[in-house]
């Protein structure tokens, strides 16, 4: 089962995480001297990009990290829309990481693009179920129950055999890259950031695995205790 960490505000829930992320990072590089993370994009992740560089910014200076992504807006890198350019804007542009930053680019074909980042996490990373294996994904949950960029109606993005394929936001028809299910859970350990209460409904689905549920791609990621869902009291008030 997933644990659960409900945090009163979606600033303490920052806090708790970004301790909870640096903690994973620690944890890694003492293994392998490096540790390998996914970011996702959308609002929740920079309140903790804030309080990363707020309390831990010698830490992440110091240790090796390297940055993939979970998903990506098909926009160049300085639309705010781009999930790179807002942790670049928040984050990397005001700390020395001694990582690698590996950012999907929004400003290609993103077929092309799919493909050349499919290959460079092939070549980058372990391989653990014949798949490339993270140390720590972030994730988000829309609310209707997406995650990474794979939305209802795209299950089959679960169960795909490619890393990372283009998906597209069928809201506004957007193009998107994303990571795939299968490679979402092959990761060594999951953080999810939900917040607030429009999410709450989507929340109780899942977690109690309710018919409507199976519609939705988050459902869809595993659920055990390498998996943490924090969440602020408003998301979790359902549950
Ligand atoms: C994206 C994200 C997406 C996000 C959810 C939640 O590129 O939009 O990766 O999956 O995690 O939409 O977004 P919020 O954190 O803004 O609610």
New binding site residues.
Partial sequence: MSKIKICQTPELLAEDAAKKVIGSIENNVSIKGEADIAL??????KLLFEMLLKNHKDELEKLKINFYW????CVPSESKES?FGEAYRLLFSKINLSGYIYRMKGEKNPPDEAERYSSMMKNNLKSKNEFPEIDLIL?????DG?????FPGQLQLMNSDKVCVNSVNPYSGQN?L?LTGKVLNNSAEIIF????KN?SKIVKDVFEDSDSSKEYPVSFIRKDDSVIWYMDESAASLI
């Fill in positions: 996702s994009g959308g609002n929740t992740p979970c998903d990506e807006r999930n994730l988000g949950m829309g609310d997406h995650t990474a960029s794979i998107r994303t950031m939900v917040t607030g999410k």
